[in-house]
């Protein structure tokens, strides 16, 4: 037997005869190789003296950017992805942030470039964080169901603007709060310590999600990880009439060292110890279909993983026990280490990016949170196929 390594090899050198290269050169006469050497290695595979009765030949289906174009079993589309916007206080500001190369600050009255240029690339869903003075925060975060607060009156502009994108609010307290906790504090006496409140907590959370709903937010995204919010939202949001609007809850949200620059970015980060005791251990899987399920049971009408790629076995399971759609939310922390890398030219940004939305969605995710989206967007109108 001969010639079997011109028939495997994965080297590109100074042929022209390769029929199956992404570049394509002129002669035809390899048919399987994605390589060639020179010609003299080159012959048709019915030339092969070497052919053996393979029972299985899966590169058959990856022989020709057609064919596997024409097999392809996930494709992103630009309807699923969610882009993240910071919103804060003053005017004129559009600062970067240092730890997100790309990702900014704006003052409400900075938006609109983004809500056209959002419209311009076709992303048509945004999720607003607010970020307030630091002077504006309290103990329970009442900012967060202030009507004048910035979030509130970015949805009230962006709906103006574009009625027809659809408004997430996130919905927590820790931007709002002095101590930067997602819930109340209470202190317990026995064993003398500071706890979070789950309970008081929930009117809170209302609060926050009917003023956002009152400002025209078409969903609320609770992210606080309190027992029993979805239930309670939903209650609050039926009973003031708000019985369209959408709760897409953050339901398997791990306490997760990948949200550091965000907490850079809306400054929330809690001022004493940590969120183990509300978001989830990173260890647990199976305490994560508890979430979701208790989520889906309360009316949630989107579920939540988060962070996406460490998670990807979440969103799985996720997947095959919800009967609704699973948003996947690649974080800052993720968003950051591709950033850094690309600009180091250790990776290429851009097949990175799509590579990681695409593992959320071949895992079972059909909504993509990400601070990449209008790049994305972008991408994808130039090469549809990616
Ligand atoms: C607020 C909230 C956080 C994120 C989304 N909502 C931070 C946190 O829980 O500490 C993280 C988003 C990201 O890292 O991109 N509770």
Redesign the pocket.
């Known amino acids: 037997m001969k010639n079997t390594a011109d028939h495997n090899s994965t080297i590109n050198h100074n042929s022209t005869t390769d029929h199956n290269s992404t570049v394509n050169h002129n002669s035809t006469t390899d048919h399987n190789s994605t390589v060639n050497h020179n010609s003299t290695t080159a012959r048709s595979f019915h030339q092969h003296q070497s052919q053996k009765s393979l029972l299985e030949r899966p590169r058959r289906l990856r022989q020709s950017p057609a064919i596997r174009r024409a097999v392809r079993e996930t494709r992103l589309n630009v309807s699923s992805l969610i882009y993240?916007v910071f919103v804060r206080y003053g005017q004129g500001i559009r600062e970067e942030i240092p730890s997100m190369p790309g990702v900014y600050r704006y003052s409400v009255d900075m938006l609109r470039p983004v809500i056209e240029e959002m419209l311009l690339v076709g992303v048509e869903q945004v999720l607003l964080?607010g970020i307030i003075e630091d002077t504006a925060k309290d103990s329970v975060g009442s900012s967060a169901w202030d009507d004048r607060t910035p979030v509130q009156q970015a949805i009230r502009l962006i709906k103006s603007i574009a009625p027809e994108l659809i408004v997430w609010a996130?919905i927590?307290l820790?931007?709002y709060t002095d101590h930067g906790h997602?819930g109340l504090l209470c202190h317990n006496d026995i064993c003398d310590r500071t706890e979070i409140d789950n309970d008081s907590t929930l009117d809170c959370l209302a609060r926050a999600a009917l003023s956002c709903a009152a400002a025209g937010a078409d969903g609320v995204a609770p992210?606080?990880m309190m027992d029993g919010r979805i239930g309670w939202l939903r209650q609050s949001l039926d009973q003031a009439g708000y019985t369209d609007r959408l709760i897409m809850a953050y339901s398997a949200?791990f306490a997760s060292a990948?949200?550091g620059?965000?907490?850079d970015a809306a400054g929330?980060a809690p001022s004493f110890g940590d969120?183990r005791s509300y978001?989830m251990d990173p260890a647990n899987g199976r305490e994560a279909i508890r979430e979701l399920r208790l989520d889906l049971e309360e009316g949630a009408d989107i579920v939540m993983v988060k962070p996406a790629v460490p998670y990807q076995d979440i969103i799985r399971q996720a997947a095959d026990i919800s009967d609704r759609p699973v948003a996947a939310?690649h974080?800052?922390?993720e968003y950051s280490m591709i950033k850094a890398a690309a600009r180091n030219g250790w990776i290429d940004e851009k097949r990175v990016v799509l590579e990681s939305l695409l593992a959320s969605q071949r895992a079972g995710a059909s909504m993509l949170i990400t601070y990449h989206a209008l790049n994305v967007a972008r991408w994808l109108v130039q090469q549809p196929d990616l």
């Open positions: 993240p964080f996130d927590c820790c931007e997602c992210s606080d949200k990948f949200y620059p965000f907490r929330s969120r978001q939310y974080v800052s922390g």
